[in-house]
């Protein structure tokens, strides 16, 4: 009786356009696993709902949080709270160290250093910039070194509106290290300035990772992907082969 409740249910969703399947961090939290993953860089942290993810689904390991918006940053603050192994860091991160300007969104999420671009107004004309912040700038490899040791095996997660390129450029040797990386892949112009989908895999396939995994993000009103998130690790293990 029960499944069969079950299986009207899912058709009633289906029919309104919604498919129950598995959370993307399952799939995730079996990757971190097998590949003994035992502390993640979470870039663009916002109010902390990624470390949270991670933690509900089961990673155990350290979290290391960088968030630049003061806002975003007292909620990173307060999520964190009372996690021992889960540590926040307020600043953005680039090519360079300093400190710069950042538009702040309506929704928080959609804020960056970059000029929003026109394919993100039509896809979201809810969304703008509201306002602007100065905020610290400082290097991957400056601000993580302290936190990676020769058995570290990290894995690194940039939600940066765009910036992820300049974050890459500031942590060649951090990358090197990692095992991991999941990064947001733009099929459109959604901030000037900001890398595609094409140039950023082939960024980290000539580092060596390859894609194992890919979870959907923006689409359009008219139900056109935007941006989805990759998730890539080194082939060192049958798992990843």
């Not at 095992?179 to 300035?193: A, I, K, N, P, T």
């Amino acid at each position: 009786m029960a499944s069969r409740v079950l299986a009207m249910a899912m058709k009633q969703l289906a029919r309104r356009g919604f498919v129950v399947r598995r959370h993307p961090a399952v799939r995730r939290q079996a990757m971190l696993a097998g590949n003994d993953v035992d502390l993640v860089l979470d870039v663009g942290a916002a109010s902390g709902a990624y470390g949270q993810e991670l933690r509900d689904f089961g990673y155990r390991g350290d979290i290391v949080s960088f968030e630049p918006l003061t806002r975003a940053y007292q909620q990173l603050r307060e999520a964190s709270a009372g996690d021992a192994r889960w540590s926040t860091v307020q600043s953005a991160l680039g090519s360079e160290p300093g400190r710069a300007t950042i538009n702040v969104a309506s929704n928080s999420d959609s804020s960056s250093l970059l000029p929003m671009a026109e394919g993100h107004r039509r896809a979201a004309p809810h969304v703008g910039y509201v306002d602007t912040e100065e905020i610290e700038i400082a290097r991957l490899d400056d601000v993580v070194a302290a936190h990676l040791t020769s058995s570290t095996r990290a894995f690194l997660k940039l939600d940066t509106q765009g910036f992820e390129k300049e974050v890459l450029e500031g942590g060649p040797s951090t990358l090197s290290r990692c095992v991991g990386v999941q990064v947001e892949l733009s099929f459109v112009e959604l901030y000037h300035g900001g890398m595609l989908v094409d140039e950023a895999i082939s960024m980290l396939y000539r580092e060596g990772f390859r894609m194992v995994g890919i979870e959907q993000g923006m689409t359009s009103p008219g139900g056109q992907l935007l941006q989805a998130d990759g998730v890539f690790f080194r082939p060192a293990s049958p798992l990843n082969a």
